[in-house]
């Protein structure tokens, strides 16, 4: 869906938008199992063209530990300003404070990329299966929330003399 940002006037127009799934792609490390849902608005106030709203997915992720695959619902809310064509020169531009909020995207800006960023801003760092996730053992590989291996832990040697402290 394209929002033309010149055509954002100042009085809220709702937008309620599913995207089906495969509509959007997310990143080799979250890949989106679910529609994605949006409901929002577009507006334009004295700095320019917002679009906010809240939009909701799922996503499937490895647990950084075991490397098993989960599905983790992701939502948020968010509220996006556009830089208008003419504060968007060629060329070198200085950063400020005021612009860390700003998006440049010219005169037109599609949905799905917008949803895109957002729901990767979501996604947490380091996902785990569950809380007490025991990963996989160094040694033989195995997962040790399924089996217990048996592999003794090497203690490197200039380590060895904590374990007196016990």
Not at 57 to 76: M, Q
């Amino acid at each position: 869906m394209k929002i033309d940002l010149a055509a954002i006037r100042t009085t809220r127009k709702e937008i309620e938008v599913s995207f089906p799934l495969g509509s959007i792609d997310a990143s080799s490390d979250a890949e989106i199992v679910a529609n994605v849902e949006f409901r929002g608005s577009v507006w334009r106030d004295h700095r320019g063209p917002h679009i906010s709203g809240h939009f909701a997915t799922k996503v499937k992720l490895e647990c950084v530990r075991c490397l098993a695959v989960i599905e983790k619902a992701i939502e948020g809310d968010f509220d996006d300003l556009f830089a208008e064509e003419e504060q968007t020169t060629p060329g070198e531009l200085e950063l400020t404070p005021e612009l860390m909020d700003v998006s440049f995207a010219g005169d037109s800006v599609e949905l799905a990329e917008v949803l895109r960023e957002q729901i990767l801003l979501e996604v947490p760092e380091q996902i785990f299966c569950r809380d007490d996730c025991r990963g996989l053992c160094p040694k033989c590989g195995q997962d040790r929330n399924l089996i217990d291996c048996n592999c003794s832990a090497d203690i490197d040697p200039r380590w060895a003399a904590l374990e007196d402290l016990n």
